[in-house]
């Protein structure tokens, strides 16, 4: 853990944050701008994989928003979800970093050459012929 993470995180359990929340927003804290994350991958790196609402509403609880980037945690339906400053704001946020918004999901595209790879590995799949 880096300097900084170290003391963010003394700040965010004086602010009164339980230590699965601390580490919620810690994990968030370092997803690189342009990329999202689910509020699930959030739960699972705070080491209670199940627990994806309660990372959401931990997200939701972010008191440095949008400098501890809760705008890049979405649904696991690729949804966009709540945000403290409104959905329009969120929106608004994700496409300035360079995603693509439609109807309030995040749209994304696969390269053509990963799609080429995963048509040429499927392809190659033995598949069991029909007993009869």
Excluded at 34 to 57: H, L, T, V
Excluded at 68 to 90: D, L, P
Excluded at 105 to 122: L, Q, S
């Amino acid at each position: 853990m880096e300097n900084w993470q170290k003391l963010l995180k003394k700040i965010l359990i004086n602010k009164g944050l339980s230590a699965f929340e601390t580490k919620v927003l810690l994990k968030i804290s370092g997803i690189p701008k342009g990329e999202i994350r689910s509020y699930a991958w959030a739960a699972q790196q705070a080491n209670r994989p199940k627990a994806y609402r309660a990372a959401a509403n931990a997200v939701s609880k972010n008191p440095f928003a949008p400098f501890i980037c809760c705008h890049r945690v979405i649904k696991n339906n690729f949804k966009i979800g709540g945000y403290a400053f409104g959905k329009k704001t969120k929106e608004k946020i994700l496409k300035s970093e360079g995603l693509t918004i439609k109807n309030d999901t995040v749209i994304i595209r696969i390269p053509m050459a990963d799609k080429r790879k995963r048509i040429a590995r499927n392809s190659r799949r033995k598949t069991k012929k029909p007993q009869f």
